[in-house]
Every structure is written in C-alpha cells, then in structure tokens.
C-alpha cells in the first residue's frame, strides 16, 4: 500500500512540478495531440519562435478571442466559468470557461479527453505554470503549441501556412483570422475565411483594439 501511495504522489504532484520546471527554460518537444494527429495522417507542421518573434498583434487578438482577463487571473476565471455553466444549464450552446493558461496546461501536458481525471490534472498543472512559469512564458508555449489547422502547430507554422509570412509580420487582421479559427482549427480556415469567420474576425479586430487601448496585454508585451 506505501509503494502505491508513494507512486501516486510521483505520478500526480512530483511528476507534474519536475516537468513544469524543466519546460520553464527548454520548448515543450510535442504533445498528446500532434502524436495523435501525426497517427492520423494529418503531417507535422512547427516552428518554435520566441515571444519576440511573434507578432503582438497576435497576442492581442488571442487575448480578445479566447481570454480577455488572461493579465488579471490567476489561472482561473470565475466569471466565465460561472457565465459558461448558466449558458450550458439553459440549454444554450455548449461554452467552455477556460482560460489560456487552463488551455496551456491541457495542451502541452495531457491527452485529448474529458475525463475527472484529467480536469483534475488539468487545475494541477495550470496552478503550477502560473506560479512557476509567469504569464509571459505561458503566452509563449501556448502560442507555439497551439493547433492552427490539420498538422499545423504554433503562431510561425500557422502564419506560414495561412499568409506565407512570418509570425513576426502578421497584420492586425491576419492575427484576429488566427484567433477567429482556434476553436475549431480543422474546420475553419483563416487563409480562405467564410462569410462567419470574416464576421468573427472582424469583431475580434475590435476587441484586440480595445485590448490593446486598455493595457491587458501589459504582462506579455
């Protein structure tokens, strides 16, 4: 019974703080979900880049899509989780409340699933690249980590594909179709953008305006 509890503290506290250490200073190699796209047939597509690679156009525009609080909390959003819950009881269309750095935490460090499981793990290791890796770190490795469509991976590889141009160059409007097609990269496409994503986008142009003139980029860039 010790050897099980002793496993389980490895497997469920230890485990995750070596890992988040390590992946503080070195880029995450590949994660659960491009070895199950790779599986799939889908290619490999990444270049990691730093932050100073990456244009700020697209940090504004992933924080006014995905999570406009993102400098504020500290890895969880009560608000949106409890705006999320009330959407989903009243039977409206199904909303997550998570945040990037919940994102982050799930991307890069577990598998693809919905399981008690791995929301547990999920809160784990989103406290600890909070405390451990800082906001401007964990913009990084989501950036880089994201799926941008089949087998394309993080802001150099989308940028690329989509636009032919380095994240470096994105424009404000390249940027804001980027964060337009992330909740559904293999379907949507940002190079060829249809009557809904050009809305979308449009109105994540604005809000990354409005990100921008408040400051809630301030801890990134």
Not at 96 to 103: A, F, K, L, Y
Not at 134 to 145: A, Q
Request: glycine content about 8%; charged content about 20%.
């Amino acid at each position: 019974m010790r050897n099980v509890i002793v496993a389980g503290l490895v497997v469920f506290f230890i485990g995750p703080v070596v890992v988040v250490a390590i992946y503080r200073f070195v880029p995450p190699p590949v994660t659960f979900l491009m070895i199950q796209r790779t599986i799939e047939g889908r290619g490999f597509e990444r270049q990691w880049v730093p932050m100073s690679q990456i244009s700020p156009t697209l940090v504004r525009a992933v924080i006014a899509a995905e999570d406009a609080r993102f400098c504020e909390h500290h890895g969880f959003d009560v608000g949106a989780i409890q705006k999320a819950m009330a959407a989903n009881e009243q039977g409206k269309t199904l909303r997550g409340g998570s945040t990037i750095s919940q994102q982050t935490a799930k991307n890069v460090f577990l598998w693809p699933s919905r399981d008690w499981i791995r929301k547990g793990l999920e809160a784990w290791f989103t406290v600890l690249i909070e405390v451990g890796w800082g906001k401007e770190r964990i913009m990084e490795v989501y950036l880089n980590s994201i799926e941008w469509g089949p087998g394309v991976y993080g802001a150099e590889a989308a940028a690329q594909h989509s636009f032919h141009v380095h994240a470096s160059a994105l424009t404000a409007a390249q940027a804001a179709r980027l964060a337009a097609i992330l909740p559904k990269p293999l379907s949507w496409k940002a190079a060829a953008p249809g009557p809904y994503i050009q809305r979308r986008s449009g109105k994540i142009t604005r809000n990354a305006g409005v990100v921008r003139r408040q400051g809630l980029t301030a801890c990134v860039i």
